[in-house]
């Protein structure tokens, strides 16, 4: 277990120096290359030395005997074990060539891999006032830097595949002493199948990073207690916090959870209130010293340490406050899905269950992502027998997240995530459970294989959705293989080798996916709130041209259907017929095709 530790601070400590690196100096490829050749040999000594030492050799291997003749049979488990680790690794080689093409993903494109490239062109870290993402933490996010500045747009995706195979590794290492080894091969197979991951792992987001961090984060907590409160793992609990933070603000009700966990374990199991406070305030302490470079930066550039996450905090002019207000202010998540989806209160009430069954990619009204019905089956059986004190742990664990995340964020599966892994080992207990219940196996083995068919079938159907095979066979391009996947990639492939190299296009209702220009964009908001201002602050067509040469916007790069909506839902007949002349005389088209278009502002 230390190894994986020890792993992930390595790369959490690449990305800081990373970030130092494009804050005092300027990104250059020798020494981001050499940041990752220091990074990767730390990471391969770590990884060797324990097996280099004949001592710790053989301690393993006595560990394991005894381990693997503690539970079934040895030839039982020996087959078994080998079934276990050729479906895994069946699921990790189904996976990769969906990572192995070009990124087509939303939020790669918006900002996961476009803002690490646009730092590589100015050749520094930079504040963008018109990304409010720009301002979270992206611990994730510049380890993407490194494969970019060689431009190679793929391996990110890889990396991302990488924390979940991390992910799985930490939960077989925690599970195997508590379970043996086939229960704990399981849980790694559970972890990596389900459909949420097996999503997330093909593209270059930052969710299995956050994901991978916060599960160590967990672990460490539960090892803490579980060896008498020694102060290693509430330093590797610590920090894994604070790079799970660094990564992603989902993570914050981890932070919220475990100090209030450190503080409660350690007085109950102790009796000292005060000895207690104090290694809560370790905790806190540490987490404050690995995110204290993202707060100290966005208080340089915005003036809030917590921008955009709590927008109601005041941040510097220039910054647009449309972009404010992550958690705090605006409709209320449950009321949202009350307006958006005329839900009721019985539905709401059954979210729970529902985001375990309704579960659809992106379509935000069934939680934008996918779980496994069979979940609930195997959550119940971990409470058929007494369960042991770290079940019932992470059972409150996973209830108390969940319902700050219902009751403060637009309920994601992904945002979930944190739980996951929490789920995995409950459900392990229940697996266990089931097949040593006699009344409960035939149903157990039943739902056990529902359960992988339904993953299966799932990864299959990523398949037929991307049909990479066509690109990785060479039979087709990656300029073919993005104009079959991305609507708008036509228009910005014309845009990219038409417009002149100075222009500055605003992006408007078009989703914000800028990885792909070639020209500098400008985002003009997604809700419309910078275009309908400069409207209502304009008299006439020259005024409102003006509001977009004061940005040095040169073109308007649009998605008809969704601005035609917006002008039709927003401004009354005289505003309309001042855009209407805005359209007619200081824009020239230049192109229109697939419900995309793009305009040319005029010189005055």
Known sequence: MDIIYKISFILGSLSVLIFLLGSFKTFSIP???????????????????????????????KTETFKSTSSTPLHNTNWQCLGLYLILLTFIFAILPLVLTPPTSRDELIHHLAIPKLYLEKGKIFEI?????????MNIDLLYLIPLSLGNDIMPKIIHLIFAVLTGAALYLYLFPLTGKKYALLGFLLYFSTPLVVNLAR???????MNFYSTLALIGVLKWRQEGFKKKWLFYSAISTGFALSSKPSAIPVLILFFFAVLYFYSKDTKREAEALKHGAIFL???????????????????????????WYKVHEGIESSNTGYIS??????????????????????????????????????FDGVLNPCFLLFLIFAFLKRPKMEVKYLAIFSIIFFYITFFTAHLASRYLLPIIPALIIIMIWGIKNGFETRQFKTITIIFSILLFTFNIAYTIG??????????LLGKETRKEYLLRLLPDYPAINFANNSLPAVAKVMLIFTG????????????????????????????NDDELMERFKALGITHLFIKNSLFLRFLQDNFKTEKLRLINSFFRTKLSLLYNDNNYSIFRIKNP
Not at 129 to 137: A, K, L, R, T, V
Not at 462 to 471: A, E, G, R, T
């Open 203 to 209: 593209s270059a987001y930052t969710d299995l990073g």
């Open 462 to 471: 990523l398949y037929q959705k991307d049909n990479p095979l066509p690109y």
């Open 329 to 366: 202010g605006g409709i209320y998540p449950l009321q949202k899905r009350h307006l958006l989806y005329n839900e009721g209160a019985i539905s709401i009430l059954l979210i729970p269950l529902r985001i375990f069954i309704e579960g659809e990619d992106d379509n935000p009204q069934h």
């Open 31 to 61: 020494y981001i290359i050499f940041l990752t050749i220091l990074g990767l040999v730390a990471i391969f000594y770590v990884t060797l030395s324990p097996f280099l030492s004949r001592k710790s050799s053989q301690k393993c291997t």
């Open 285 to 311: 302490l540490i987490i404050f010293l690995i995110i204290s470079p993202w707060l100290i930066r966005n208080y340089l550039w915005a003036g809030n340490p917590l921008y955009p996450l709590y927008g």
């Open 512 to 539: 914000d996916r800028g990885y792909y220009w070639e020209r500098e964009s400008y985002f003009g908001s997604r809700d419309g709130s910078l275009l309908a201002m400069f409207v209502e602050e304009s008299r």
């Open 129 to 137: 006032p018109f990304m409010s993402f720009s301002y979270f933490p």
